[in-house]
Structure formats: C-alpha cells, structure tokens
C-alpha cells in the first residue's frame, strides 16, 4: 500500500519529483484542470445567478477515466499532498481536487515550491498548509466573470457581426490595437531639417539659437541659417558627467515574454512552453532538475539562498568590486509576492556547461534568464558622458558621446543591452577654443505616425495599464490573431476590418465596460477577493446588474450587418452573391438561402502559376490563415509541393531543382545560385 500521494499538475514535473521523495511517496498527475463550470443553465452559463451565483462545475470532458484513477489512488494512500503550481490558477486546482476526490480535512495538505529541485521539494513538505479559499474565490470569480462577459459578447457578436468572439480582455486588447491604427490613419506628416557640423573626429547637430530651442521647418529656413554660418566654431562649454547605468531586475513573467521577443525573436505562446519545460525539469548528465524557478510571476523578489549563492560566484569569477545589490520593487500593486522572480534555480549551473542538454532555443532562454538573474546582483556600470556646446554666430550646436569607466553588470548582460552611445575621441578641445568644422550641410526629415504595437510592446502596454495577468498574455494574443480579428504586418498587428467592426460594435454600447480603467478595476477587486477583503458575490452581483441590461439593450438595439456583396450574380438564381463567415474563414455564397444553396468554389478561381515540378498538377497562388501567400501544388495533399517564393518554369544550370523569383533576382530554391532577372 501506498502511504502517502502527491498530486501534480503536469506528468514530466511528477517524473522529476517522484526521483526525489523516494518509494513511500506515489507522485501522479492531474493533467492541469479536472473540472470547469458546466454549460448549463441560464445562457449556458453553467452558474446559478439567482442562487448568489453558485457555479455547477463538472469533469472536463476525457478526463472521468483520469479521475476514476486518482480516486483510486487516493483510497490506496494514508495522506494525500497536494502540489499544484503556486498561483492562483493552480490553488484552485487543488481545491477541485480535494473536492472531487472527497479528501478528508486532517488527510490531506497542500504543498508549494517555486523550482523543482530536490531541497526545495523536500522542505515544501515541512510548510505544508491547508488550500488558501481567499485564492480559490478570486480565480472562482475570475472565471464565472470570464464566462459571463464571453458567452454574451460572443454571441451577440456572432449574431449580429462578423466577429466570433468577445472577452472581458482580449477586446480591451483589440481596442487598443485598433486605437493605435486610427491615430496611424490620422496622423498628418510634417517635414523638419537638420543642420550638422562634421569635423575631424566629431559632428555636431544644431540645438539652439541664443540658447533657445530652435525647429527648422522649411528648407528656406536651413538654407538662410546655412548663410549665416562660417566653418569656425568656439567652444562654448564642455560638460563632463558620470553616471549609473543600472542593472534591471530579474524578470518577470511580462519582461520575459518582451525581451524574448525583441532578443530571440520567440514569440510569448512559444516563451511560456520552454519556460515550462526548463521549469519542470531537464535531465542532465546525473540527475533530472528544473532549471528555472516558476514562470508566472510578478515578483522580482529573490530567495535568500540564491542572493548568497550568487553573490559569491560573482566575487569569486569577477571580483568583489562586481558585487552590487538586491533589487526592489516600488510597484506593490497586483503583485503575488509569495513568488520569487524567474531566475536559475542554481548560479552554479553555467548555460555552457549544460549545453549539450538543451535544445538550441532551450539554452537561448535559459542563457537569457540566467544572464539576467545575474547581472541583476552586479553592480551599476558607470560611464563618462560629455556634452560639447560649439558656438557659431549665436547658433549653438551640440555634441554627446560616453565612455564606458567601469563595466559592472554589462560584464555577463552585454550581449542583451542595447547601447546607441557614441564614443567622442580624446582630442585636445578646451573652452574658447576656435575649431574649424569640414562641412555644413542641412538634411530633411519627415515625423512618423505611432508605430503598430509588436507582440513585445503590446505585452508592455497591458502591463502598465493593468489589464489582464501576465499568464494570460499568451492566450489573450493568441486568440485575438485566430479569431481573425488582427493580422501580422512586419511583426506588428494591424487590426482586420472585422476587428474594427467589433470594436466600434462593443464600444457603442459597452464602453463602460469594455475599457482599460474598468479592466484594471476589476483586477484590483479579484485582488481584495484573493487578500480577504472583498465577498465574491457583491462583486459579481455589482456586475450583472450593471452588464445584463446592457446586453439586453444591444440584442434588442445593435443592427445586424448585412452581408457584403461581391458583385457578382449567383450562376443558379441570378441572386447576388456575398461574403459570408464560418468557423473556417470567410466564403462566397448566395444571398438567396437557405431558397438557393449556391457557394462558389473558390479553389477554381486560385492563380495558375506553372505546371507542377514533382506531379502533373498546377503550382497555383494560395494564402495561409494569416493572409501570407505562398505556392503549393492544386494536387495536395497527395503532392506536397510548396514554395515561400514564386516559382518559375526554369532549372537551375547547376542542380536542375526550380528557379523561384526573389525580389530583382531569379535564385535556385536549393543551392547559391542566382541570376539577375
């Protein structure tokens, strides 16, 4: 008989543990969520609104067979530990646990750890606790909100728009993106010059005239201000000044998700499942060991032991000058400071020396978590940085550039810190002193419009606004590109038109609600719920008596769109045809159903391109889900011929694979070779 079980979310986390505890211990796995709210009820809500929103949850679907099993296993041990992950999302998991499998109160204890290495799990066991019910009732909240706000929205956009879906976060998200379009669509472009000054080892930019800001916005302007130049300048001032460039925090489950953006080019889905893997465990050479702490977390709080740890690896690799100090968090708010930072579970454990362990982007996020964990605990690098002021005829013109003194944490983070210093050459210039520039000349510049969010900077923004959990950024952009609702351009979303037709919808009657401070607000009250200060019923109750009247006037009030017409007559009826949506995408058909049941068959309309290289079928044009065209075989799936570039009926001299067109050149699609078109 089993005496004691250990119940996990994921199975490779309950491998790894399993290692540790030894044979009186059976780790198993609830494959994450057992139970979710039902679809029963009111609007299928699966929650009871007049009986003070009681939630009627049942088994997921496929899981009864895992349940059974647990329940058995629960009837052959002594105690049950339960050891979901540390949040809130996970305190839940266990509470539907302990309720499902009908554990008893002095039983059964829940257990959390933050990395999954043998000392951590082995003392989780010695603060075992009961299930925090203030963190169950705020994610309980959070998803009977979630359900509530989304099967309403969603069907009233599917009802009365293109739109499939709406959500209490994913349309403050799209909102966003479609605001940022229209301030693009809006913005009026306006020419400005520049002068600048080019020396021997230096140039400098006009700044002021008689010390006062001064803008250039015509080319008459430059060309007088060129008139009254002379190639002498004198040295009105320079200015020396040392300063910090600070070493940032650990990260944080948002900064993680930005930085591997913008630096390893991962998008935040692709993040979050090598975080997960690096978390529940690698096996290296002599053991299986989580190699980061826990990934969702807004917490840049470091754990005592790895402060000490690292601070003597630092002094011991770098010197003791190297050593800096512990970063703090102004920031109190939303943060579930139970958790430390995303950080090495061990300082020891080089990314160079585990290497051959990883996978190549494994070891490109661990290398960055580690890097910065690390550089977190260094000290400020400092440099010199001089500001020459050059005066020529009262117009004064300006020159910077730093130095670097001391490197500090730039010693192990300069492969990820962006640095646009320029470096001014030691020359010989003193105050008053006359130098003689090479040349002055003027060039023209136009103002850029706001730029599309990327998936980093839209991270960020929600961030700061508030809005959503971290955990969830994944999702919530996820959602917002497969509902169609925004496309890819250059790595920036760009809304689609039935992204702004949702927004514009949903902000004429729900403006209230769907919006950043509402949001935000609401966050902070699932916070009070999670901290004991708030009941979970006022809150929802508050809710629905202000949303459901307001749905209610949008069903009755909202006008349907009608279908767009494409311009062309049904070959049956002689009806016109138009675009209609499915869960698969967009489609023409006639506007006379369900009388005329006509759709157009699109794949006989799609761009022949030449005759199949590998069958005798067509190469035609075709699109993927985003829009992005690519050129495949009209035979597929049977022929599975596909090219990024467009090809053309002509051999390559060298390998004889296809030609494709690649911007101005014809290049083979295997080897170097390339001709000029």
């Not at 460039?245 to 900064?255: E, G, L, Q, V, W």
């Not at 000058?321 to 970063?327: E, L, P, Q, R, T």
């Not at 730029?451 to 700061?464: A, D, G, H, P, V």
């Not at 995408?585 to 794949?603: L, M, Q, V």
């Amino acid at each position: 008989m089993t005496k004691k079980l250990v119940i996990v979310e994921s199975p490779s986390k309950s491998k790894t543990i399993e290692k540790y505890l030894g044979n009186e211990y059976k780790v198993v796995s609830s494959l994450g969520h057992i139970r979710d709210l039902s679809t029963s009820g009111k609007y299928g809500f699966g929650i009871d609104i007049e009986n003070n929103f009681k939630p009627n949850y049942e088994i997921i679907k496929g899981k009864k067979k895992l349940v059974n099993e647990l329940k058995k296993d629960v009837k052959e041990s002594d105690f049950v530990y339960l050891a979901t992950d540390p949040d809130r999302e996970g305190e839940a998991i266990s509470w539907h646990l302990f309720d499902t499998l009908k554990l008893s109160e002095n039983k059964y204890k829940r257990i959390v750890f933050n990395e999954i290495t043998k000392n951590v799990i082995l003392s989780s066991f010695a603060k075992a606790r009961d299930i925090d019910t203030n963190l169950v009732k705020s994610q309980e909240t959070r998803r009977m909100l979630d359900r509530i706000i989304g099967f309403r929205l969603s069907k009233l956009m599917q009802s009365k728009t293109g739109g499939k879906s709406a959500g209490r976060v994913q349309s403050v998200a799209l909102k966003l993106i479609v605001d940022r379009e229209r301030e693009i669509n809006a913005f009026i472009p306006e020419d400005y010059y520049e002068i600048n000054a080019q020396f021997e080892e230096f140039e400098a930019k006009l700044d002021t005239y008689n010390n006062k800001k001064i803008e250039i916005k015509t080319e008459k302007e430059a060309t007088e201000i060129l008139s009254k130049l002379s190639k002498k300048f004198e040295i009105s001032s320079i200015e020396k000044k040392e300063k910090e460039r600070k070493a940032k925090p650990p990260y944080i489950t948002s900064t993680l998700q930005q930085d591997a953006s913008t630096k390893l080019n991962f998008n935040s889905k692709k993040t979050m499942m090598l975080a997960q893997k690096l978390y529940e465990g690698i096996t290296l050479e002599k053991e299986t060991v989580g190699l980061i702490t826990y990934m969702r977390t807004d917490s840049i709080r470091l754990s005592d032991e790895f402060v000490k740890e690292t601070k003597q690896y630092i002094k011991n690799n770098y010197g003791s000058n190297y050593v800096g100090n512990v970063k703090t968090s102004k920031k109190t708010e939303n943060v579930q400071d139970a958790h430390e930072a995303i950080r090495p579970t061990s300082i020891l454990r080089v990314p160079e020396k585990i290497k051959q362990y990883l996978t190549n982007d494994e070891y490109k996020l661990y290398k960055m978590i580690y890097s910065r964990a690390l550089a977190s605990l260094m000290k400020d690098a400092k440099t010199e940085n001089t500001t020459i002021i050059l005066d020529n005829h009262n117009y004064q013109f300006k020159a910077n550039g730093s130095i670097l003194i001391f490197d500090g944490y730039l010693k192990v983070y300069n492969d990820y810190e962006e640095n646009n210093d320029k470096v001014l050459p030691n020359i010989d210039i003193t105050e008053n002193k006359i130098i003689e520039s090479k040349e002055i000349n003027y060039s023209k510049h136009t103002t850029k419009p706001p730029s599309r969010y990327t998936e980093s900077k839209l991270i960020k923004e929600m961030e700061t606004l508030g809005i959503g959990r971290p955990s969830t950024y994944a999702t919530t952009i996820g959602i917002l590109s497969e509902r169609g609702y925004v496309k890819i351009v250059e790595k920036k979303f760009q809304p689609t038109e039935i992204g702004i037709e949702t927004t514009d919808k949903l902000q004429e009657y729900f403006k209230d609600i769907i919006n950043v401070d509402y949001t935000k607000e609401m966050e902070d009250d699932l916070d009070k719920i999670a901290e004991g200060k708030l009941e979970s019923v006022k809150l929802l109750s508050r809710f629905y008596n202000e949303f459901e009247p307001k749905v209610e006037d949008a069903f009755s009030k909202m006008e349907k769109n009608p279908p767009k017409e494409t311009g062309e007559l049904c070959p049956k009826c002689n009806s016109p045809l138009v675009i209609k949506r499915s869960k698969y995408g967009t489609f023409t058909a006639c506007s006379n159903y369900p009388t005329c049941k006509y759709i157009k068959n699109e794949k006989a309309e799609l761009k022949e391109i030449m005759n199949c290289p590998k069958c005798d079928g067509k190469i035609v044009e075709k699109k993927t889900r985003t829009g992005k065209i690519f050129y495949g075989c009209s035979n597929y799936p049977k022929c599975d011929f596909a090219s990024w570039d467009e090809p053309i009926e002509e051999r390559c001299p060298n390998c004889q694979n296809i030609l494709v067109k690649k911007g101005k050149k014809i290049k083979c699609s295997v080897c170097n070779y390339e001709k000029e078109k």
